[in-house]
């Protein structure tokens, strides 16, 4: 069943004028899903929804692209507009919130949902990366990876079939730099700075080990400098906190510099300034005993998903 959805103007009427609509959507009993299409309180967030609003939105022809596509798949990465995919020759009138492409999309680089045409997750992450800056889509084609909604040998694949398209040469940049362990978009980020900045050997979420045991999880570690990005300190909770602080201490203990890095860093401060503070600390690291550190598992949770059986695959012949 079709669940409940409303462009602004049919909110408008329901509400009897713009100011009680407005109201509505103020108290939560009304939310906008994405630009002009909105649902009301208690319809779950999730793919299910969102291809019924895209749907509301798109001519049955066109499909949902780049980042639009992945958000559709659950992933919070959707852009400033919705992105769309025509076939060549039809022509998709651009307006507000809707930023229309034109390709020849294969069986193999599209996907149903919920009845909503849909580039491969893999697809959209290749599309984002030939029309972003290379920081902005490697971090975007981390958290498909991470998610499982796309695998590097499907991004492989797709870079390989883009040969002619323009921008692929930054979509081949981009592959040799994703990262499927990275656990935000954000640490992305950050760790782009310092690839970029020239800082090799970066190991992603890097359990520590003791002779005690499990000392904890680094985003990020080089040569004996675990790197953290700080971007949740303000919402833990003080037990939280205080267990965050012991579990800093214990890893500090066991020969470890610690280097806590923010927003600020990636977005404000010069990028060889971020840099020369990481060589410091290596520096400072080199001459520190760390014999106490051992091996241990893994403890990264695997992908929630996998990528979506595409049009040209099996499982959709026999659907």
Do not use: N
Request: charged share 30%; with cysteine; proline share 6%.
């Amino acid at each position: 069943m079709d669940l409940e959805l409303a462009r602004w103007q049919e909110l408008v009427r329901r509400a009897g004028s713009p100011a009680k609509a407005k109201r509505w959507l103020r108290d939560g009993l009304w939310w906008r899903v994405f630009h002009d299409v909105y649902a009301p309180m208690g319809a779950d967030d999730g793919p299910r929804l969102r291809a019924q609003a895209l749907r509301v939105a798109l001519p049955p022809d066109v499909a949902a692209s780049h980042r639009t596509a992945l958000w559709l798949l659950g992933l919070d990465v959707l852009g400033p507009v919705l992105d769309v995919t025509a076939p060549r020759g039809r022509r998709v009138q651009a307006r507000a919130g809707l930023r229309p492409h034109s390709a020849e999309l294969g069986d193999e680089d599209l996907c149903l949902v919920e009845g909503l045409l849909v580039v491969s997750a893999a697809r959209a992450v290749v599309d984002v990366a030939r029309s972003e800056p290379l920081v902005e889509a490697v971090a975007v084609g981390d958290a498909a990876l991470r998610s499982g909604a796309a695998t590097e040998a499907r991004i492989a694949d797709v870079v390989r079939r883009s040969g002619g398209l323009r921008g692929v040469l930054s979509a081949r940049t981009c592959l040799g730099h994703l990262e499927p362990r990275s656990e935000s978009p954000m640490e992305s980020r950050l760790r782009m700075r310092f690839v970029l900045g020239g800082v090799r050997g970066l190991e992603v979420q890097k359990d520590l080990y003791d002779e005690h045991g499990h000392l904890g999880r680094a985003d990020a570690y080089v040569k004996g400098v675990v790197v953290e990005y700080d971007g949740r300190e303000a919402r833990l909770d003080k037990a939280v906190f205080v267990r965050e602080r012991r579990r800093q201490t214990r890893i500090a203990e066991s020969g470890c510099e610690i280097r806590r890095f923010t927003s600020a860093d990636v977005y404000q401060r010069p990028a060889a300034a971020v840099c020369a503070e990481l060589q410091r600390a290596i520096q400072q690291a080199a001459g520190r005993d760390r014999s106490r550190l051992r091996s241990g598992p893994d403890t990264l949770r695997p992908p929630r998903w996998r990528p979506l059986p595409t049009l040209a695959s099996p499982q959709s012949a026999a659907a």
